[in-house]
């Protein structure tokens, strides 16, 4: 098999920081080929470089794509060779449609005039090619992530990919979304599309990984070999981190102690539906010690119902009872809420949980501006002394308070985000998907926070999409399916398939529900 791509000796220094330090990949034609590493390891940086985001010029080292010397001075020249990156944060454009998005910047034009026969001819092959049955002329925005996935690999298919670059392209979708794009990369690769993926998720790196390289601190630790048997997820989280990981999840002593916290008949209705209830009488009780977890499939209601717990942040005609410390709490507001000892950390960090162009100290008071305040002005002294403690408390990785969070790797904004809801002292912790996106060793650091947080008493509340995580982490687990809790388990009891066996159970009950009302 002929090498493909050969970066040899890639070095990037920014202003006191040296990002890459002599780094080695090389891809094979044909293959699918992972990159792993920790936050902040070098995968992004390095992958702008080859792309041209960093220009040639702008780092030391040799790029070789296709046995010739590639001195890439932008994206439109990396394009050219056949290279295209399909980055985290998906960049398409909600209210135009899929035929629109597919050719945005490279339309089929005739004498300076779009031909819209050739441009959704040409998309509705592409669809057929990734699977999508939707007419190109769609909204990307009516369509769900999964499928927006899809229409972006669809849209580097039309530009002759001869390498196809995934930056944790399954990071925002559920189980079934994530096998089918898995599939569908296999499926490239029989038709000859070389692909590198870079993902946290090591099952899925090991189904579909011929070879793996991981990166750590900016340097490459190794290249394994799938058809050798050296990818297992035990070498890898070794190469990643530095150390065994003999335990994924941390040790503790559960000692649950009296109800912290109890919701009693929670309904709430879809905002933009608002014929029906959306979340159904939903209740849940959380003990001083004790992590709860929340599990479900996408769409199940998990996120709307933290939501609409958290200051009715989500929802319309809420109803229900909320108690928190053997006392009934008004949480109609998000002050309130807070106020009443409930905080809530966002699934989407940097959308709505953090100011990425703010510093650290900024984000961390935001949510508590009167514990660092003097008669309704702001002590920038106390601000400082807040943030500094929390940075040394959560080991916050940044040079100092004033490091602007978009500089962050994700674990560290993670932390930020943390210490920005620790700040508020909450007596209960809704955490919401918390190690989205973020690799073994930050994901392991975010374990311990929350361990301690329930030996110092507190509740939490932990909403995960990976089973493991829930079943390693949590006390007991409410299974949650239609807009509401259809079980409840222990931790000694729960497993995977009890989990899965009560969704499809609620899933078919609704079914033959709604069979009966249509007659």
């Known amino acids: 098999m002929s090498v493909l791509l050969e970066m040899q000796g890639i070095s990037k220094t920014f202003p006191g920081v040296r990002a890459l330090d002599d780094v080695t990949v090389q891809v094979r034609e044909g293959e699918i080929h992972a990159i792993c590493g920790e936050n902040g390891a070098g995968k992004s940086t390095l992958m702008k470089v080859l792309s041209g985001v960093y220009p040639h010029g702008s780092y030391e080292g040799v790029i070789r794509f296709a046995g010739e010397e590639a001195r890439f001075r932008g994206i439109h020249d990396s394009e050219a060779a056949g290279i295209v990156i399909i980055h985290q944060e998906l960049a398409l454009v909600p209210l135009l449609s899929i035929a629109e998005n597919i050719f945005l910047g490279n339309e089929r034009a005739r004498g300076g005039v779009i031909d819209w026969r050739e441009t959704y001819g040409r998309t509705a092959a592409l669809l057929a090619k990734v699977g999508l049955k939707e007419p190109p002329s769609?909204?990307?925005?009516?369509?769900?992530?999964?499928?927006?996935?899809?229409?972006?690999?669809?849209?580097?298919?039309?530009k002759n990919v001869r390498l196809l670059i995934l930056d944790e392209p399954t990071a925002a979708l559920q189980e079934n979304d994530s096998q089918k794009l898995l599939d569908l990369l296999l499926e490239l690769k029989a038709q000859g599309v070389t692909s590198i993926i870079i993902s946290h998720k090591l099952n899925e790196v090991r189904r579909v990984a011929d070879r793996v390289t991981v990166i750590r601190d900016g340097a490459?630790?190794?290249?394994?070999?799938?058809?050798?048997?050296?990818v297992t997820e035990d070498r890898i989280v070794r190469d990643m981190v530095g150390r065994d990981m003999a335990h994924r999840y941390p040790e503790r002593v559960r000692t649950p102690g009296e109800v912290l916290m109890e919701v009693e008949g929670w309904s709430a209705r879809h905002p933009e539906h608002p014929d029906r209830d959306f979340l159904r009488s939903i209740a849940l009780r959380v003990r001083k010690g004790e992590i709860v977890?929340?599990?479900g499939l996408m769409g199940s209601g998990r996120t709307e119902f933290a939501m609409s717990l958290f200051g009715r942040s989500w929802g319309k005609d809420i109803r229900g009872r909320v108690r928190i410390g053997g006392r009934d709490v008004d949480v109609s507001t998000v002050p309130k809420a807070i106020g009443a000892g409930l905080a809530y950390v966002t699934e989407d960090r940097k959308a709505l949980g953090l100011i990425l162009d703010e510093p650290i100290v900024t984000n961390i008071s935001l949510a508590n501006l009167r514990g660092v305040s003097r008669g309704g002005v702001l002590d920038d002294a106390a601000e400082q002394r807040v943030a500094s403690r929390f940075k040394a408390a959560m080991n916050i990785r940044a040079p100092n308070v004033f490091q602007r969070v978009v500089n962050l790797s994700g674990g560290n904004q993670q932390k930020v985000l943390l210490s920005k809801l620790l700040f508020t002292e909450p007596r209960v912790l809704i955490l919401d998907e918390p190690t989205r996106g973020i690799d073994v060793g930050a994901k392991f650091e975010i374990y311990g926070i929350m361990n301690q947080l329930a030996a110092e008493g507190r509740g939490v509340v932990m909403i995960s999409s990976e089973m493991p995580e829930l079943l390693g982490m949590c006390d007991r687990i409410y299974v949650m399916a239609e807009g509401a809790f259809v079980g409840e388990l222990t931790a000694a009891e729960a497993t995977q398939e009890k989990i899965m066996s009560l969704i499809v159970r609620e899933h078919e009950v609704m079914e033959q529900e709604m069979e009966a009302a249509h007659g």
């Open 138 to 158: 769609t909204p990307v925005g009516d369509m769900g992530v999964g499928k927006q996935q899809l229409v972006e690999i669809a849209k580097a298919l039309s």
């Open 220 to 230: 490459t630790v190794s290249t394994l070999d799938a058809h050798a048997g050296e």
């Open 293 to 295: 977890g929340i599990a």
